[in-house]
């Protein structure tokens, strides 16, 4: 009982610091997918962190914010979109740009508009995400086994963390069986191919930056309006980064974008929980290592060790008609 | 890629338009200012004044442009050779390893023109080996460098922090730092360069650091424009199938580019460790591995376009500091705001205007000149 009670808390934990993360890692796919690259989640979410911080403390209201991080994170997709498939510029460049707008515009507009030094007025708890009890979670809670995972693992969530688990199948469906996917692929596979048949690839490729925009917005609400009460600074703390991380494990693929989201969160849970207590066979591991054992499996995947990544072909290169 | 755009005169191409893009993204920077409330202008004479308005606060602007100086050229020379080195950061931060173990060995025996030569060694040894493995995955495994290095600056933090957690810390000691350095760690400063021009240092720790960044700054000039290596690496930039044709070795020059790319992000660390705090703090960095991104971008990789271009990082970073002083309102991350859009404006947004100046120089510049300028296109 003792092993189950531990094992629950751990898996928990990993649930919560995984939804961010799936949800960024979608709006990479949607992007990448696409042909756009985007190391600029990390802003976004940020942004969307923001905005959803300060208009959920002003209206009261947690959906208001959550809208508010949406607009702010698509306006950001849409920068990010008229310089690289606009302007056809610098697709990484743009990225790490907007990355750095945001997290200085975040602190110095949070700074003037509350004066409370780098955060967002705590959030009451009406204006948050409150965790959503499943039917019969307690009435169940005494059937052995079953009852405690589902009252501790599956219920008690907030909803933007049963959203986040359900854009993994809707996305997959978006992706592999609808004609808007089908497209979406081509674009960043063969954007030549997609011009011929009369489809815009420029318009084609908006619509993959805008995807990001919603889902990295959403991502931003959930970091401060349902795992925190409001903004602080700096709030992602590299999470963009990890979803891009986790993204590149998963080959570009919905399903396996959950799977490599949730292994990063455990990575995460587990050396919160048992930071300086030592394993067994294996002894005391630095924290130290644990942390960058997201970025080490990323880098050693990329590497082509275990597998081979093989990013959409097209990706990073802006598309222009044949004159 | 071709450029479909006709041909600038130089003084456009590297003069105007960097300049209108920067004038552009102080424009937007200046909004914030609005946005938060503040007067644009006020803050503009507070960051001049701050930055050049006495000897110690040119000081300041020198020694932080220093540091950029470095930066800059990293991202500069992987950006010669068509690769984007990110990682700055993680490899500037490593090299602090190379500068505290030749301090830390060196300077209670040897003087400091004796530490410093080893130090820099130090410190280019570890900042290119840090950068060797991105390079190195790169070309024989074919993984995204951008990826890599980033990744890398993470795996930097973590490491670092545990040097300086378990590795490098005095015994008994509770803040992450290595012990001070004696004299033999701490480089003089620039005193008499300064009295020249009739100013004093004051407490700003400009030191020869600088003059080392003048120098690699040329040694960057000489080796892209000057050497067999740099024109490989340009070819490479331009064309990659050229360079295959012509039978350079690829694989090889990714290599040796990112470490040459890495030694000059390494050497950025001697200033603040050697030149300032006289040991390795936590995230002594500070970004400005970043900052390098957009010093190249607005210098346009030119090492005459560089210096310039991190003076005026300089005088953002120093006037940056008088700012926030004089108006709390506008800490400095209002320069963390300047820097994105410097990146994005001079960086990703480059050709934005060039249609228009392209029109207007061509313009102006009469008949004769536009027929050659439309053939050279």
């Known amino acids: 009982m003792d092993l189950l009670q531990l094992f629950l808390e751990l898996a928990q934990s990993t649930v919560r610091l995984s939804t961010p993360l799936i949800l960024a890692a979608l709006a990479g796919l949607f992007t990448e997918r696409a042909g756009v690259f985007d190391i600029g989640l990390e802003g976004k979410m940020l942004g969307g962190a923001f905005a959803a911080g300060c208009v959920a403390f002003v209206a009261q209201s947690a959906m208001a914010g959550l809208l508010a991080a949406v607009v702010v994170s698509v306006l950001l997709s ?50 948050r995400f409150q965790e959503i009890e499943l039917p019969f979670a307690e009435a169940l809670r005494s059937v ?19 959203f986040a688990f359900l854009m993994v199948p809707f996305t997959w469906w978006v992706l592999y ?27 084609m490729r908006y619509r993959g930056v805008i995807c990001c925009g919603i889902l990295c917005g959403v991502a931003g609400a959930y970091l401060s309006l349902a795992a925190n009460a409001g903004w602080t600074k700096g709030m992602t703390a590299g999470k963009g980064y990890i979803a891009l991380a986790a993204l590149i494990f998963a080959k570009w693929r919905p399903v396996n974008v959950m799977f490599a989201c949730l292994l990063f969160g455990f990575l995460d849970a587990f050396a919160i929980r048992y930071q300086g207590t030592p394993l067994p066979l294996i002894g005391k591991v630095p924290v130290q290592l644990m942390q960058a054992l997201p970025y080490i499996l990323t880098v050693i995947l990329l590497a082509g060790f275990i597998g081979k990544a093989i990013p959409p072909k097209a990706g990073g290169v802006p598309y222009v008609k044949e004159r | 890629m071709s450029v479909p755009y006709a041909k600038l005169p130089a003084w456009a191409e590297y003069g105007l338009i960097p300049l209108v893009n920067l004038i552009v993204a102080f424009a937007v920077a200046g909004l914030v200012v609005l946005l938060v409330g503040e007067s644009p202008l006020e803050a503009a004479y507070h960051m001049i004044n701050g930055a050049f308005g006495r000897g110690e606060y040119i000081g300041f602007t020198l020694y932080y442009a220093t540091t950029f100086i470095f930066t800059g050229l990293a991202v500069a020379v992987a950006f010669h050779a068509g690769l984007f080195n990110i990682g700055g950061e993680g490899q500037a931060y490593v090299a602090g390893i190379g500068v505290a173990l030749a301090c830390l060995s060196l300077d209670r025996i040897m003087p400091w023109y004796v530490v410093f030569p080893v130090a820099i060694l130090g410190a280019a040894l570890f900042g290119a ?59 003089p400063k620039l005193d008499w360069l300064m009295k020249i021009f009739g100013l004093s240092v004051g407490t700003s720790p400009f030191n020869v650091t600088f003059l080392l960044a003048l120098a690699a700054a040329f040694g960057v000039w000489v080796l892209i424009w000057r050497t067999r290596l740099g024109y490989e690496m340009r070819t490479m ?4 199938a050229a360079a295959r044709y012509a039978g350079i070795k690829e694989a090889r020059i990714i290599v040796i580019t990112m470490m040459i790319s890495g030694a000059l992000a390494g050497m950025m660390a001697l200033n603040p460790i050697m030149g300032e705090t006289y040991r390795m703090q936590l995230d002594f960095v500070q970004g400005a591995g970043f900052v390098g991104i957009a010093v190249a971008l607005m210098g346009r990789s030119h090492p005459a376009g560089i210096i310039p271009a991190a003076i005026l990082f300089g005088v953002l970073y120093q006037g940056g500091a ?36 392209t029109r207007a120089v061509l313009a102006v510049s009469g008949r004769g000149h536009t027929e050659a300028a439309v053939k050279g296109a």
């Open chain 1, 78 to 127: 849409l920068v990010h979109g008229y310089a690289s498939i606009t302007q056809r510029g610098n697709q990484i460049v743009s990225g790490v740009a907007i990355n750095f707008i945001v997290a200085g515009s975040t602190v110095i507009l949070g700074q003037a508009w509350f004066q409370q030094g780098g955060r967002t007025p705590a959030l009451s708890e009406g204006a």
């Open chain 1, 144 to 162: 052995p086994l079953i009852g405690p995972i589902y009252a501790e693992l599956l219920s008690g969530h907030a909803a933007l963390t049963y």
């Open chain 1, 177 to 203: 069986r609808t004609r808007f996917g089908l497209r979406l692929r081509a674009v960043g596979e063969n954007p030549g191919a997609v011009d011929t048949a009369g489809i815009s690839v420029i318009w």
């Open chain 2, 129 to 187: 080996a840090w950068a060797f493995i991105p390079g190195w995955l790169q070309a024989k495994r074919g993984s995204h460098i951008v990826i890599t290095t980033i990744m890398f600056n993470f795996i930097a933090a973590s490491l670092m922090n545990y040097m300086l957690n378990r590795v490098m810390k005095p015994l008994g000691s509770m803040s992450l730092e290595t012990r001070t350095f004696e004299a033999g760690g701490q480089l």
């Open chain 2, 237 to 240: 930039g331009h064309s990659p």
């Open chain 2, 322 to 357: 008088e700012i926030s002083f004089e108006m709390p309102s506008i800490s400095r991350d209002m320069i963390v705001i300047i820097q994105g859009l410097v990146i994005l404006f001079a960086g990703a947004l480059e050709h934005m205007f060039r249609p228009a100046i």
